[in-house]
């Protein structure tokens, strides 16, 4: 029987494992299907919340603020020396490894919270699109006379089998080609929705909105209030990657640093982003003004041409289905790590069994991934048929995630990385960042949970039809 060398330089990393293969394409494109994901879809209503001066203004702000945090975090993938010092593979192994146990555990709580939270909306904003062909097809055979309400039930559900089979994809590794399928997914959706966006200004001959956004009379005072909170949070989720970055990091192939190819990537992306962030979102606004749907593509506000929307909102579930992976990678492998140092010479958790898929091709199958996995997908879509609210939830997981994932722990590792002097003019410029931001979180995450207390209001579980 054959043994494979074991340090073999031209077949191992020096941590031991495989050489990673990842390049600047496969992390931008990681990236972008992380960011551009359904969050883009509500800029509009965050923008007509805001207005133009103060919604283009925020989405710039956080664009700088999730670029300059992400180069932050990328210094933190390798302790000490940036080239060869030890690799921290997850988030939590760097936070473990700069800033110690207790920050660990925190993080840990917090990011997986987060990831969990993200496929939750996911399924939800999946079923939305989903629903939203359904729907446009029905309004369109019957001339406009049916309001065509539907549950979202069973979408979820159908969007919860496929995500059961594309979970037992192994590793980050593998999903590369899903991604970028996601990321050209994103831009179809984004560019039918700008388009469309254009085309009703041009009908119109007019440019909708105001400079502060909706206006107090239409609704009250403290609404005006809790929506623009709740606006913040959007935004924030639309640059929701900061959480899977390391991940991203840890695929990508040496030389040159990981560091030098990561910050190019998100450099890269998040630019690209923005610039499609702030097209959608104002032409969006431009379109319908103050009335700007939470969903722009399935809010109803445009009927026609039906087709295209249809050929956008398949765009939408295509990209979600890979973001949903994209996501839940880290939660997977946290667990079955931990699973399999617990219980190394247990069959069940580590013992893979090859299964013929074609007559010359096999696939690796573990039962443990196998039911762990299936296990995970189902609670995601219970969890999302039982809270189907998608602006709300796309709010409160933007808030959640963006100050200590986005901001504290890069600030923090950079700072005991780089070993930046106390009370510096870059420690105190970072630290200002730092709490500026953990007061937008707080009152995002406000508004986000008084929109959820008045959906509650009118809410039956399982029974929620659009």
């Given at each position: 029987?054959?043994?494979?060398?074991?340090?073999?330089?031209?077949?191992?990393?020096?941590?031991?494992?495989?050489?990673?293969?990842?390049?600047?394409?496969?992390?931008?494109?990681?990236?972008?299907?992380?960011?551009?994901?359904?969050?883009?879809?509500?800029?509009?209503?965050?923008?007509?919340?805001?207005?133009?001066?103060?919604?283009?203004?925020?989405?710039?702000?956080?664009?700088?603020?999730?670029?300059?945090?992400?180069?932050?975090?990328?210094?933190?993938?390798?302790?000490?020396?940036?080239?060869?010092?030890?690799?921290?593979?997850?988030?939590?192994?760097?936070?473990?490894?700069?800033?110690?146990?207790?920050?660990?555990?925190?993080?840990?709580?917090?990011?997986?919270?987060?990831?969990?939270?993200?496929?939750?909306?996911?399924?939800?904003?999946s079923s939305i699109s989903m629903m939203a062909i359904k729907r446009s097809n029905c309004f369109h055979s019957s001339?406009?006379?049916?309001?065509?309400?539907?549950?979202?039930?069973?979408?979820?559900?159908?969007?919860?089998?496929?995500?059961?089979?594309?979970?037992?994809?192994?590793?980050?590794?593998?999903?590369?080609?899903?991604?970028?399928?996601?990321?050209?997914?994103?831009?179809?959706?984004?560019?039918?929705?700008?388009?469309?966006?254009?085309?009703?200004?041009?009908?119109?001959?007019?440019?909708?909105?105001?400079?502060?956004?909706?206006?107090?009379?239409?609704?009250?005072?403290?609404?005006?209030?809790?929506?623009?909170?709740?606006?913040?949070?959007?935004?924030?989720?639309?640059?929701?990657?900061?959480?899977?970055?390391?991940?991203?990091?840890?695929?990508?192939?040496?030389?040159?640093?990981e560091a030098k190819t990561m910050k190019k990537a998100a450099g890269f992306s998040i630019t690209l982003t923005t610039i499609f962030y702030i097209l959608c979102g104002c032409m969006g606004y431009a379109a319908f003004g103050n009335t700007a749907p939470g969903n722009l593509l399935t809010g109803f506000g445009f009927y026609n041409p039906f087709w295209l929307l249809d050929i956008a909102n398949v765009s939408i579930v295509v990209h979600l289905v890979g973001a949903y992976q994209v996501f839940s990678q880290p939660v997977y492998a946290f667990v079955e790590k931990k699973v399999v140092q617990t219980w190394p010479d247990t069959p069940f958790f580590t013992k893979e069994y090859k299964l013929s898929l074609f007559s010359s091709r096999f696939y690796n199958i573990n039962l443990f991934r196998l039911v762990w996995r299936t296990l995970f997908v189902c609670f995601t879509t219970i969890v999302a048929m039982l809270l189907p609210f998608f602006n709300d939830i796309v709010g409160i997981i933007g808030a959640l995630q963006f100050w200590p994932m986005t901001v504290y722990f890069p600030v923090q590792m950079y700072v005991v990385q780089k070993k930046v002097p106390k009370w510096s003019v870059k420690w105190i410029c970072v630290q200002t960042m730092s709490m500026g931001c953990l007061l937008i979180s707080l009152a995002a995450a406000v508004g986000s949970i008084s929109g959820v207390m008045l959906d509650l209001k009118v809410y039956k579980p399982f029974k929620t039809m659009y």
């Open positions: 029987m054959a043994v494979l060398p074991v340090n073999d330089s031209a077949s191992f990393d020096d941590d031991g494992r495989p050489k990673r293969t990842g390049t600047f394409w496969t992390a931008s494109a990681h990236i972008i299907t992380a960011v551009i994901g359904s969050g883009v879809l509500s800029l509009a209503w965050a923008i007509a919340q805001l207005g133009w001066i103060a919604g283009p203004s925020v989405m710039l702000l956080f664009s700088f603020i999730g670029y300059y945090t992400s180069c932050l975090l990328a210094d933190c993938y390798r302790s000490g020396d940036p080239v060869s010092g030890k690799r921290n593979p997850t988030y939590m192994h760097a936070v473990r490894s700069l800033l110690g146990e207790t920050h660990m555990v925190a993080c840990g709580i917090m990011q997986y919270i987060n990831l969990i939270g993200i496929t939750i909306g996911y399924t939800i904003a001339g406009g006379k049916n309001p065509c309400h539907i549950s979202s039930n069973p979408f979820m559900l159908s969007f919860g089998i496929v995500e059961i089979i594309l979970s037992q994809i192994p590793n980050f590794d593998q999903i590369w080609w899903l991604s970028i399928v996601a990321a050209i997914m994103s831009f179809t959706y984004s560019s039918i929705g700008l388009t469309l966006g254009i085309a009703k200004v041009a009908e119109s001959g007019v440019f909708k909105g105001t400079l502060s956004g909706i206006t107090v009379g239409t609704v009250t005072q403290s609404e005006k209030i809790w929506r623009s909170f709740q606006a913040l949070g959007d935004i924030a989720f639309a640059y929701s990657f900061a959480i899977v970055l390391i991940e991203v990091q840890d695929t990508i192939r040496c030389p040159p640093s």
